[in-house]
C-alpha cells in the first residue's frame, strides 16, 4: 500500500496558475501509472489526467487539455499538475491516486483549489 | 453530464440486498471488463471495492460483489450495514477522447 499526500491547493483568481503535488511515502511510485482525480464541492468524481510509470504517456478530460500538464519526478516519488489558465469551474477537491493495471488502488486525502475573484 | 449513468440514490434495510447500476455504451462498459466500483464516505478519500468487473481487492468485505450484462455493470452489497451507507461511484476505461470516465454516483441510504 502507498500512502500518498497532496499540497499546493490554494485560493486562485480566474485565469491563474498553481501548481499540486502528490508525494508519496511506503513504497515507490516508480511502477505506477499515476492519476489525478477531482471533486468539485457537493459533487461526483471526475477523472483528470495520468501519467505513465517512466512519464512517456500523459493523458488528460477534454475539459483542461492545454491548460493542465501533469508530470512526475521518480527520484522524489512525486508527481505534480501544473493548472494554469484556471476557470471557476475547476473548483475542486484534487486527489492522487496509484493508476494500478486499469483501476485506482491507493488515494491521498486530497488538496482543495478554489478559483474565485 | 457523466459518461455512465447511476441512479442517483438507492436504499435499503439492514439486511437487505441491494444493487446499483452503471450504464454505458460499447465505448465503455460494453466493450472491455476494465470496471471498477468506489465507496467513499462523507469528508473520506474514495475506497476501490470492485476491479475488472468482479474481483475485490484483499481486504475488501465478500458482501460485495459486480458483475456486467451487455452496456451494464452492477455492484450488488448483499447483508446491509449501517457503515454501508456512503456514496457509491462505477469507473471505466473509454475509447473516447477522455480515456477514463466516472458514473455520476450514487448515494446509498441504509434505512
Known amino acids: 500500500e502507498v500512502q500518498l499526500v497532496e499540497s499546493g491547493g490554494d485560493l486562485v483568481q480566474p485565469g491563474g496558475s498553481l501548481r499540486l503535488s502528490c508525494a508519496a511515502s511506503?513504497?515507490?511510485?516508480?511502477?505506477?501509472?499515476m492519476s489525478w482525480v477531482r471533486q468539485a464541492p457537493g459533487k461526483g468524481l471526475e477523472w483528470v489526467a495520468n501519467?505513465?510509470?517512466?512519464?512517456?504517456?500523459?493523458s488528460y478530460v477534454d475539459s483542461v487539455k492545454g491548460r493542465f500538464i501533469i508530470s512526475r519526478d521518480n527520484a522524489k516519488d512525486s508527481v505534480f499538475l501544473d493548472m494554469n489558465s484556471l476557470r471557476v469551474e475547476d473548483t475542486a477537491l484534487y486527489y492522487c491516486?496509484?493508476?494500478?493495471?486499469?483501476?485506482?488502488?491507493?488515494w491521498g486525502q486530497g488538496t482543495l483549489v478554489t478559483v474565485s475573484s | 453530464q457523466s459518461a455512465l449513468t447511476q441512479p442517483a440514490s438507492v436504499s435499503g434495510s439492514p439486511g437487505q440486498s441491494i444493487t446499483i447500476s452503471c450504464t454505458g455504451t460499447?465505448?465503455?462498459?460494453?466493450?472491455?471488463?476494465?470496471v471498477s466500483w468506489y465507496q467513499q464516505h462523507p469528508g473520506k478519500a474514495p475506497k476501490i471495492l470492485i476491479y475488472?468487473?468482479?474481483y475485490r481487492p484483499s481486504g475488501v468485505s465478500n458482501r460485495f460483489s459486480g458483475s456486467k450484462s451487455g452496456n451494464t455493470a452492477s455492484l450488488t452489497i448483499s447483508g446491509l450495514q449501517a457503515e454501508d451507507e456512503a456514496d457509491y461511484y462505477c469507473?471505466?476505461?473509454?475509447?473516447?477522447?477522455?480515456?477514463?470516465?466516472f458514473g455520476g454516483g450514487t448515494e446509498l441510504t441504509v434505512l
Open positions: 460499447s465505448s465503455d462498459v460494453g466493450g472491455h471488463n476494465h
Open positions: 491516486a496509484t493508476h494500478n493495471d486499469w483501476r485506482l488502488d491507493d
Open positions: 475488472d468487473v468482479s
Open positions: 511506503g513504497s515507490t511510485l516508480r511502477k505506477y501509472w
Open positions: 501519467i505513465k510509470h517512466d512519464g512517456s504517456e500523459k
Open positions: 469507473y471505466s476505461y473509454t475509447t473516447r477522447s477522455t480515456p477514463w470516465v
